[in-house]
């Protein structure tokens, strides 16, 4: 070999190991950086996740004082309108004020509801019991307190049963919540469908439940944080309605999910197992 080319070949290899070295430098500075990243990103959820935890507990303090000292001075304004509807039987215009009075306090209370079941610690008497006797039953309380809404609701079980282990109290509160939802999306007239098939969660039998309307449907953001304790798209409310459900729905051992429906509108999926051994959830 002449000196000439074993000296180019000593600077290729020269340059070789030099372009590996920056190659290797590079790459570690990258892996730096991302990991920064990385534990920047958790820093900033376990930051958020503990601001969120410490607004709930200045909830829960305030809506105890709060609750013992309205409940009952609501309960007189509903019992004084009640009264007072009655004495304006012949006047039909003051009878129309009475009336949005009351509904007016109905609302302040169904609030007070909502925070109350939010920051109460969540206790489950488990039995076997029909899920759709139990989103029947909401539906038709619903109906007749909604008769400025005309809403066609549609219901298709393709299940050998709706049987589940479940807390009806509370299992109701979850369709309510949704259905509440449901009726505030759709037009005027609307339409409501109820699916429910079987399926499995976990390996287990469970039953799936999906509540879709006619509504807009969804934006990106309202499916990143329609469970979020006080996210809310609506004009007036807490923004509990559907974190409470998503609470019960997993202490129930199950998930709920939130997505647009393929033609039109909000879809809510419900999953729940048929066997539940009830556990405790944070909300």
């Known amino acids: 070999m002449t000196p000439m080319i074993a000296e180019?070949?000593?600077?290729?290899?020269?340059?070789?190991?030099?372009?590996?070295?920056?190659?290797?430098?590079?790459r570690s500075k990258q892996f730096q950086l991302d990991a920064r990243a990385c534990f920047s990103e958790s820093d900033q959820e376990t930051s958020e996740r503990t601001e969120q935890m410490e607004r709930l507990a200045v909830v829960g303090r305030s809506f105890t004082g709060l609750a013992h000292?309205?409940?009952?001075?609501?309960?007189?304004?509903?019992?004084?309108?009640e009264l007072l509807s009655l004495e304006l039987q012949q006047q039909p215009e003051l009878l129309k004020l009475a009336i949005r009075a009351q509904q007016a306090l109905a609302e302040v209370h169904h609030l007070f509801g909502?925070?109350?079941?939010?920051?109460?610690?969540?206790?489950l008497e488990i039995q076997e019991s029909d899920l759709a006797d139990q989103w029947s039953q909401v539906w038709n309380e619903l109906e007749i307190s909604h008769p400025?809404?005309?809403?066609?609701?549609n219901e298709s079980v393709?299940?050998?049963?709706?049987?589940?282990?479940?807390?009806?109290?509370?299992?109701?509160?979850?369709f309510r919540n949704i259905f509440e939802n449901a009726i505030s999306a759709c037009p005027n007239p609307g339409q409501i469908d109820v699916n429910c098939r079987d399926t499995e969660l976990n390996?287990?039998?469970?039953?799936?439940?999906?509540?879709?309307?006619?509504?807009?449907g969804l934006s990106t953001e309202q499916i990143d944080k329609i469970f979020d304790p006080f996210f809310t798209s609506k004009r007036a409310g807490?923004?509990?309605?559907?974190?409470?459900?998503?609470?019960?729905?997993?202490?129930?051992?199950?998930?709920?999910?939130?997505?647009?429906?393929?033609?039109?509108?909000?879809?809510?999926?419900?999953?729940?197992?048929?066997?539940?051994?009830?556990?405790?959830?944070?909300?």
């Open 8 to 26: 180019h070949d000593g600077r290729r290899k020269h340059n070789s190991r030099s372009t590996r070295r920056s190659d290797r430098l590079r």
């Open 69 to 81: 000292e309205s409940r009952n001075a609501l309960q007189r304004g509903q019992a004084n309108l």
């Open 114 to 123: 909502e925070v109350r079941d939010f920051s109460a610690p969540l206790h």
């Open 148 to 153: 400025d809404k005309l809403i066609q609701f």
């Open 158 to 174: 393709r299940s050998a049963d709706t049987l589940c282990d479940i807390d009806e109290f509370a299992m109701r509160q979850v």
């Open 203 to 216: 390996l287990q039998p469970a039953i799936e439940i999906s509540v879709r309307d006619n509504g807009p």
């Open 238 to 283: 807490t923004g509990l309605g559907m974190a409470i459900a998503k609470g019960i729905v997993a202490a129930h051992g199950g998930c709920v999910t939130a997505r647009n429906a393929f033609d039109s509108g909000a879809e809510i999926v419900l999953c729940i197992p048929r066997t539940t051994h009830a556990v405790s959830v944070d909300f």
